[in-house]
């Protein structure tokens, strides 16, 4: 718990006390007292942003002691509880209380209040959760130097760490970079520690919001490494900078540079993720080794994919960060995206739009007036493929993989149970045939892995690198498992 000073920018006049908590893995604000709109004599109970100082030294043996004695902002600001009670010993419960829940926490790196408040931010720094493992190329050099004195004693102990050389990239006006940094621990005297990090960097000439950032840039990153690795990518640290955070550090005398300064953004992904530990991800579709020649190519053909596929990438990436899913959802979901991938890419119907719609209008004016209008609406999607016809396209595009060979599955017969699958659940009919969880299963780790290799290819992977990777054995096995596993009906 952090306690502070509270304030609207608009209404600068009226600062309340309040807590800052971090529970739960969320951001919640309790304040004695209630912000309050006089132009409009209503209470607010959904504010933009709120700022606050919070009291306070650092303590190194609780958590989140970057916002003690900090300047803060909050952003999107809901009133979730409003409290009133009397003979409580706390101040807390005996005053009218308010409590707002947020979704960013924008921790400045002083306690000073800034007078440019601007969200807006030209550089973010973002630490995924597996990103170690794709990037790690070859090991980091480490050497020891031991200097004695005239007397043969130890004198002191100087560690050199040598960074790698990593590629960057450019995605319209935007850089992006890795950034390597070290984490020491210990005393220094007796025990001395040496961590490595690494980041991306995005940088761009034009401030943007952190929405801008989170949905055009972080994402698809979050996107490509949850690919690339086969394990979700949360982001355990995210720093935004802006031009008024920078201070001023004198080299030497007369010489002075400027540095900026981040600012920490506290949410609850990062709460959550922020000091957890994961495990290696150990069945890698690819890293960054494999690309590192082309990276420069690699990424931005990897965002203007997210950009035509972005539902297709949010529908199959949304399955995979969902910790508790039913396997109904789960397989729906990824038809859709198969399906979506399909309309983006081939957008063409069965016959030419202008021929059908000739068609269709000479259909229609063959029946009486009044029932053309139910007519036309029946056979507006009627020159649209079926799923069946859009997945055999597919399978079609990946007729190099030879899934039916490894597989030993029918690939014609795939999109009929998958169209048959889909069909039952969404359209549900006592005389169709209930689908089992295995079937579901099995169709569902079938179309996540074709969906992965269509965007693998779209990305400048042959077949051929694709089932030679490290993932390829395993993930058939996966399938092949699931495949053979009894064919039990829902009830």
């Known amino acids: 718990m952090f306690q502070g000073i509270w304030w609207v920018p608009e ?12 529970e739960d893995n969320r951001i919640r604000l309790r304040l004695i007292g209630q912000f309050f709109d006089r132009d409009i004599g209503e209470d607010l109970q959904r504010i933009e942003v709120i700022h606050g100082v919070t009291y306070g030294s650092k303590d190194s043996e609780k958590p989140h002691q970057e916002v ?3 300047f803060i902002i909050l952003q999107n600001c809901l009133q979730v509880n409003h409290n009133f009670s009397f003979g409580n010993s706390s101040l807390y419960d005996s005053l009218p209380t308010n409590t707002f829940s947020t979704l960013n926490a924008f921790v400045f790196p002083n306690s000073n209040f800034v007078k440019d408040t601007s969200l807006n ?9 597996h990103l170690p493992d794709f990037a790690v190329v070859g090991a980091n050099p480490i050497t020891i130097k031991r200097e004695f004195d005239s007397n043969e004693y130890l004198n002191s102990l100087k560690t050199e760490f040598k960074f790698q050389v990593f590629p960057s990239a450019k995605i319209k006006d935007i850089n992006l970079e890795f950034e390597q940094g070290l984490k020491t621990s210990g005393d220094r005297k007796r025990e001395f520690a040496i961590k490595p990090s690494i980041s991306f960097k995005l940088s761009s000439n034009v401030p943007l919001s952190l929405d801008d950032w989170q949905s055009n840039f972080i994402t698809p990153l979050q996107h490509f490494l949850t690919l690339a690795t086969t394990e979700v990518n949360y982001v355990t640290k995210l720093e935004v900078f802006n031009d008024s ?11 002075t540079i400027f540095q900026e300064i981040p600012i920490d953004v506290i949410n609850e992904e990062t709460l959550e993720y922020g000091n957890k530990t994961f495990n290696q991800a150990v069945f890698q579709l690819f890293t960054l080794k494999d690309i590192v020649d082309r990276f420069s190519r690699v990424m931005p053909d990897w965002y203007k994919l997210y950009e035509k596929h972005r539902v297709v990438q949010n529908l199959l990436f949304g399955v995979l960060f969902s910790k508790r899913i039913y396997i109904e959802d789960r397989f729906l979901n990824l038809a859709r995206a198969l399906e979506v991938y399909h309309r983006t890419k081939y957008p063409r119907g069965i016959m030419p739009t202008e021929d059908f719609k000739k068609l269709r209008d000479s259909i229609i004016s063959q029946v009486k007036t009044e029932q053309q209008k139910w007519l036309k609406e029946k056979l507006a999607w009627a020159n649209e493929l079926s799923l069946n016809e859009r997945l055999q396209g597919l399978l079609k595009d990946l007729a190099d993989l030879e899934l039916s060979n490894t597989l030993n599955i029918d690939e014609e017969k795939i999109g009929k149970r998958i169209k048959d699958s889909r069909n039952q659940l969404t359209h549900y009919s006592s005389r169709s045939k209930s689908v089992s969880p295995s ?8 179309m996540e892995y074709l969906l992965q290799a269509l ?3 779209e990305i400048g ?11 390829f054995d395993f993930r058939m096995e996966k399938i092949k498992n699931a495949l053979s596993q009894p064919k039990t009906s829902q009830h």
């Open 11 to 22: 209404y600068e006049n009226q600062k309340l006390s309040g807590i800052l908590t971090f």
């Open 455 to 457: 965007l693998l290819k």
């Open 245 to 255: 955070n920078v201070e001023s550090i004198e080299i030497e005398k007369g010489n």
């Open 68 to 70: 003690a004695g900090r």
């Open 439 to 446: 079937e579901l299963t099995w169709l569902s780790y079938l």
């Open 121 to 129: 931010f030209h550089k973010v720094k973002i630490q995924f959760s």
């Open 461 to 471: 992977f042959s077949a051929t690198r694709i089932k030679n990777g490290s993932n």
